[in-house]
């Protein structure tokens, strides 16, 4: 079942007398609880398709299409937890503004990310890949049923990004939220996703779009770096950006 329909989408931006074309003629949709990735250089509009999506802005032209009521969870490359907030208030944030405010949800989603222990303290206590993982915990206090990361473990180092993934796809299969992730990371696109949209430099637009192979969607995203249809993948999506001059 399509749980999204984007369709011919185009964004400009108008600042002072000039227009910059962010997104031009962009077409995807995306099924219930799939994993969709964005690949694309920098300035492509990525950002700004996943704040189109959010409602955040309105195309310039264009359609989005929802199946159904949606309730969106925006997760950030930043973890933007307040410091002065406990981490139990950190999670509960969400929670909160949307006045649903549930003590159980909070210390569900703790118990279950083994972060209960941090409940009564600060995020700088917290390591950055602690902190990351408040940050989804928080986006998913208000079960969203579209999530939408942005760079969310670019800012982590190797080890921590690649035990992140691991427990990120394995949460969200478990709640089997419909998300789109962007990325820079051709290897994290591909262990995460059941699809990848290559977008083209500014004026972003959709280049091509892969579908991982069964064989690499059944293995966590640690071990799927080890399948040969892995190693193949990556060869033709790296050729793809290349000619792009990603
Ligand atoms: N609020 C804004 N006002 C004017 N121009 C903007 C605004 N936001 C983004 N842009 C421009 O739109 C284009 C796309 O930006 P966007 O942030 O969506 O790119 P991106 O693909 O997310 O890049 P990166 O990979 O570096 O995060 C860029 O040229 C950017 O300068
Ligand atoms: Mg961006």
Redo the contacts with the bound molecule.
Sequence with gaps: MTFLDVKNVT?H???EQQV????ENVNFSVGAGEFVS?L????????????LLAGL?TPTAGEIQFAGDVEIGYML?QDFLFPWKTIEENVALGLTLLKRENHDIVDELLEQFELAHTKKLYPPQLSGGMRQRIALARTLAVKPTLLLL??PFSALDFRSKLSLENFVSETLKQFSTTTIL?T?DISEAIAMSDKVFI?SA???TILKSFIIPQEIRELTPFDARNAPAFQVLFQEIWEELDTDEY
């Design positions: 964004h931006f108008f600042k910059a074309t962010a997104l964005f694309g250089p920098s300035g492509c509009g990525k950002s700004t398709l996943l704040s802005l490359q942005d760079e962007v820079h977008f500014r004026p972003g």
